[in-house]
């Protein structure tokens, strides 16, 4: 039976761990052959050797996702390794410094800005024309519940996911309607090594915040990933924002949880959002505000 993905190549950033690790692995499942690029070699090469071990193809190549330079390179080595590319994650992403806004270091927020906002910028302004050589492509950029909403402590995070959703957004009126499928996914919590820096207690109670009792998996966020890469998905391009048990519940906890969860549970609400996906309406959209745009260069 021939696969998903016979013959495509995807390329995923932040692939040495967590979200990255799974997506990589689901797609290398699904018959596509990988380029799994993290910044860290160790968590990359194991991921390379666990898809070759499952029967898949797949190549690592490091890459600092907040240098433009690294990003080009990245996609230059896709092409010369693979021929072509056909799918991206734009996945790679750090916590970054947890602090009130005005006791933010300058230096923490324009980090987390670069891995987590320059970057995806970055990686689309290299994939799009490498995929317009063929017949077009889909890309996924990793963005979070926190692309939508504010969250104490975390204002650089914050903003760059919000940034994230906006670029995506952008990618997708530019490039729908040249084949290029671009879309964002919004995790709720989800257990990584991300999270690690979580005490228990305030782990608890980010469990408790979601309805389905439980934090997802990284597996859960990449069978999103896959379906939106997929032609199962020929009518979902931005501006889609799809949110993953994404947990709001018009509940104000402005101090209620101090200062066990100080870094997570403060100063926010959660409200309950289900997976939204409304294609017919985000793709007329889409065409829409494209045409109300000055014309975009061919
Ligand atoms: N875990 C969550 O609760 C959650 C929720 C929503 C969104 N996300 C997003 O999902 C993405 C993946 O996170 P995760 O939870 O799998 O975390 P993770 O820490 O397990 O994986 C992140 C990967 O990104 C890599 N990375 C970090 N900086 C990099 C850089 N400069 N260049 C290249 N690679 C770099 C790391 O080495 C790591 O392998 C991130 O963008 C994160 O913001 C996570």
Redesign the pocket.
């Known amino acids: 039976m021939e696969q998903l993905f016979s013959g495509k190549v995807a390329l995923v950033?932040?692939?040495?761990?967590?979200?990255?690790?799974a997506t990589a692995l689901l797609y290398a499942a699904c018959g596509a052959k990988v380029i799994v690029?993290?910044?860290?070699e160790k968590?990359?090469n194991n991921t390379v050797e666990a898809i070759r071990k499952a029967g898949g193809d797949a190549q690592f190549e490091r890459?600092?996702?907040?240098k433009s330079t690294e990003c080009e390179q990245l996609v230059k080595a896709t092409l010369k390794h693979y021929g072509r590319l056909d799918m991206s994650c734009n996945?790679?992403?750090?916590?970054g410094e947890q602090n009130l806004l005005a006791d933010m270091s300058v230096e923490g927020f324009n980090k987390v800005i670069a891995?987590?906002l320059s970057?995806v910028f970055y990686c689309m302004k290299y994939e799009i024309p490498a995929m317009l050589q063929n017949d077009g492509g889909a890309i996924v950029n990793?963005?979070?519940?926190?692309g939508q909403v504010g969250f104490a402590y975390s204002a650089g995070?914050v903003a760059a996911?919000h940034g994230v959703v906006g670029l995506t957004q952008n990618a997708g009126i530019e490039y729908s309607a040249k084949g290029i499928r671009v879309n964002a996914v919004?995790?709720?919590?989800?257990?990584?090594?991300?999270?690690s820096q979580t005490d228990a207690k305030t782990k608890e109670q980010l469990v408790s915040r979601h309805p389905i009792g439980r934090?997802?998996t990284?597996e859960e966020?990449a069978e999103l990933v896959i379906w939106l890469s997929s032609d199962r998905a020929s009518f979902v391009t931005a501006p889609t924002f799809l949110w993953m048990a994404a947990t709001w519940r018009h509940e104000y906890c402005a101090g209620k949880h101090l200062p066990a969860a100080r870094n997570y549970l403060t100063c926010h609400q959660y409200m309950q959002k289900p997976v939204v996906v409304m294609t017919g309406f985000f793709a007329a959209y889409a065409d829409h505000t494209y045409q109300n745009m000055p014309v975009p260069p061919n």
Do not use: H, R, W
């Open positions: 950033t932040g692939a040495g761990s967590g979200i990255g690790e690029s993290d910044v860290n968590g990359g890459c600092d996702v907040s996945n790679a992403g750090i916590g891995v987590n970057s990793m963005a979070s519940i926190l995070y996911k919004g995790p709720g919590f989800i257990d990584t090594p991300l999270l934090l997802g990284a966020v």
